[in-house]
């Protein structure tokens, strides 16, 4: 908003000029037409008071006079907001009362109905002053009377204001619904943006047109048909994914097969050891493939966030544990369980994924005669549960300046032992990020030994 | 034993015939479900190792129409799909067990074996484990040739354990197994029926493993 480019600044900047400028065409056309009368009205005023003087001269002895009692004269000068000024004059131009300074009306002004009304200065100050002509004794006196414009002022700014008032009140009321108009029909925009920003970026269902404004309505079906597009590349990604699993793992078997069937016959020794290394290469290969696989899908949307479903990884840990324990058996090693209750949101798939690397590693790592230990557990933390995933070994460990780094792609302890491709960790960091979990990597006992790695999942309610 | 394997993959099918062979059954290899469907209904097979991922009809759509005949034949499933649905529709469809390629030998040969044990205690009393043979009709067991004595209790452990043999089994699931209806059965006690048999069985080589924190399993018997 503060970048001047909101609607509702540009909206009032593009209004702002016309509607002044309405204003003060409104203020001319009110003033012109009350303006004219009111003026005739208060010139009017004046010519009476002439008229009132005009039949105070006297004309006697071949002279002029006029007869003004004081008190009369006080009258007539007397007005709530103006001075009076007047000035009787006699055919020949000589003053006979009043204010004999008072100049006279312009030459060039013709009579009109007797009377001259002019504008002047008298005094340094702008007056309004009117001349009659009045019959004296068979010629012409000159009646003039003037006043200051105060009232006259007066009128004229009270015409413009309540001219203006009004129109000055539309115009407020334009602007304020203007802007609060625009905020709220904006208001189903901000809500749509709250909408996408919530929103996971794993979520591609579309968004919901319903209470959008018509206008905007072209931008959210093109966000749509972006998300639409973006989720069939996704699908086709796991179609894809499912075709090069099977395409991968198939021949991966019959190798697996034939040199677990080589090495079943007598073969001189050395061709042994290079059946031995052909057969591990194919283990690993196939483990390699799996991973990839695994990683692939754990990043694709397939496996987004609606397809986590209410789960105790206590049943999935005992749905997969027969797996594991041959394999412990094979390299000696105790593979033990403690497993309670620990309900999550999760994808089971996933889940199996990340426990199946994180043992895999620990039996890997563990010298024979050791233990592993897989846990499942639902453990208090300050504000709340917190379900725990963790499989520890008795083992080399971890050194604590690596443990950051183990979870990168392809990373390999420097002088670590096995066959690992430096994956399992950082796919069990994909996989509990997709659930919210964090990954925390430590020593299994007090003293530092061993390697306990736990996955901690916001619990989900049973 | 006959067994079926039905694999569209040349190399895979010769493997894992060849081992099979070499582990004494007689095996017939076809390379899609149409031909499966042929042989299962002109000949009797004792297992069928059928792979999911078949060109044409695929392992799932096979499956069905062979226990749609009701055939109760054991299907092993092989399958190279790791969505957890796939193994869930393969078990509800009406297959025994799930094998994830790629997989070693020795652990098929280890499946193979279990599922025909597990279908022969099915079809007829005794079940066999190297020298153990039990008679589930005449509750007797032999070690040897010789008579076994066992208490009731020892007894249903080990039926339990030798018909999920190179299984594990959790505690849980033998107490439910073992426990009479409204009887409180401790997982102490179990451990006390488990040394007994241990007892019992180690001399003549029969192994039962402690799976530390959830059970124990009999472990696959090998001749020594």
Redo the contacts between chains.
């Keep these: 908003m503060a970048n001047g480019r909101s609607v509702r600044v540009q909206l009032l900047r593009r209004l702002l000029p016309p509607i002044t400028a309405l204003l003060a065409i409104g203020a001319v056309i009110a003033y012109y037409p009350s303006i004219g009368p009111a003026e005739s009205a208060y010139d009017q005023a004046l010519i009476d008071v002439g008229l009132a003087l005009g039949e105070r001269i006297r004309y006697a002895e071949g002279r002029y006079s006029v007869d003004l009692p004081s008190a009369a004269e006080r009258i007539l000068r007397t007005d709530r907001y103006d001075q009076i000024y007047f000035r009787v004059r006699a055919p020949d131009g000589t003053s006979l009362a009043g204010d004999s300074d008072l100049p006279a009306p312009p030459p060039d002004d013709t009579p009109n109905d007797g009377v001259i009304a002019y504008n002047d200065v008298y005094g340094e100050r702008d007056v309004r002053a009117v001349a009659v002509l009045v019959p004296c004794a068979g010629k012409v006196c000159t009646v003039q009377v003037a006043e200051t414009t105060v009232k006259r002022k007066r009128l004229v700014r009270d015409i413009v204001l309540s001219s203006l008032v009004p129109t000055l009140l539309i115009a407020i009321a334009t602007l304020v619904i203007v802007w609060f108009g625009v905020k709220r029909g904006l208001a189903p925009l901000a809500r749509l943006s709250e909408q996408i920003k919530e929103r996971s970026p794993r979520d591609l269902r579309p968004i919901e047109i319903g209470p959008v404004p018509e206008e905007a309505k072209p931008m959210v079906g093109a966000l749509n048909d972006l998300l639409g597009q973006v989720e069939e590349a996704n699908s086709n990604q796991q179609r894809f994914l499912a075709n090069a699993a099977h395409q991968l793992r198939t021949p991966l078997a019959g190798l697996q097969a034939h040199t677990e069937l080589a090495l079943g016959q007598a073969v001189p020794d050395a061709c042994r050891i290079e059946l031995e290394q052909v057969h591990l290469a194919t283990v690993r290969t196939a483990r390699l493939a799996n991973q990839l696989l695994a990683l692939a899908r754990a990043e694709s949307a397939g496996d987004r966030e609606a397809a986590l479903e209410p789960l105790d990884m206590r049943r999935v840990v005992e749905g997969v544990a027969d797996e594991w324990v041959h394999r412990g058996l094979a390299r000696d090693i105790d593979l033990g369980f403690d497993l309670a209750e620990a309900r999550v949101r999760g994808n089971e798939f996933l889940l199996r994924e990340a426990l199946a690397n994180l043992v895999h590693n620990a039996l890997e790592y563990t010298p024979a005669g050791g233990h592993v230990t897989v846990r499942t557990a639902t453990r208090r933390a300050g504000d709340g549960a917190r379900a725990v995933l963790e499989v520890e070994d008795d083992g080399p460990g971890i050194p604590p300046e690596q443990r950051a780094q183990v979870v990168q792609r392809f990373y390999r302890a420097p002088g670590t032992a096995g066959t690992g491709s430096g994956l399992g960790l950082a796919i069990v960091s994909e996989i509990a990020g997709l659930h919210g979990a964090s990954v925390e990597i430590g020593e299994a006992t007090a003293g530092g030994h061993g390697c306990r790695v736990s996955l901690i999942f916001p619990a989900a309610p049973a | 034993m006959r067994i079926l394997i039905v694999e569209d993959?040349p190399?895979?099918a010769?493997?894992?015939s060849?081992?099979l062979e070499?582990e004494g059954y007689a095996v017939d290899v076809v390379r899609s479900g149409e031909q499966a469907l042929l042989a299962v209904e002109q000949e009797a097979f004792d297992l069928v190792i059928l792979?999911v991922?078949l060109p044409g009809m695929d392992g799932f759509e096979a499956l069905r129409r062979l226990r749609a005949t009701a055939q109760r034949v054991p299907v092993l499933l092989?399958t190279?799909?790791?969505?957890?649905d796939d193994r869930v529709r393969g078990l509800d469809l009406g297959g025994d067990d799930y094998v994830?390629?790629?997989?070693?030998?020795?652990?098929l040969a280890a499946r193979v074996r279990a599922l025909i044990r597990r279908s022969q205690a099915q079809a007829g009393p005794k079940i066999v484990h190297g020298p153990l043979e039990l008679d589930t009709v005449a509750r007797r067991a032999y070690l040897a040739g010789a008579p076994l004595e066992l208490a009731a209790r020892e007894w249903g452990v080990l039926e339990v354990l030798l018909t999920r043999a190179?299984?594990?089994v959790?505690k849980e699931a033998i107490i439910q197994a073992v426990a009479n209806w409204g009887e409180e059965l401790s997982p102490n006690a179990i451990e006390v029926y488990v040394s007994r048999l241990r007892a019992k069985l180690e001399p003549a080589g029969v192994q039962i493993?402690t799976?530390?924190?959830?059970g124990y399993?009999l472990?696959d018997y090998r001749e020594p």
Excluded at chain 2, 80 to 84: K, S
Excluded at chain 2, 100 to 107: D, G, I, L, N, V
Excluded at chain 2, 211 to 214: A, E, I, L, P, T
């Design positions: 993959d190399g895979l010769a493997g894992v060849k081992i070499g792979d991922g092989l190279a799909r790791d969505a957890v994830a390629k790629p997989f070693a030998m020795s652990e190179d299984r594990i959790s493993r799976v530390r924190g959830f399993m472990e």
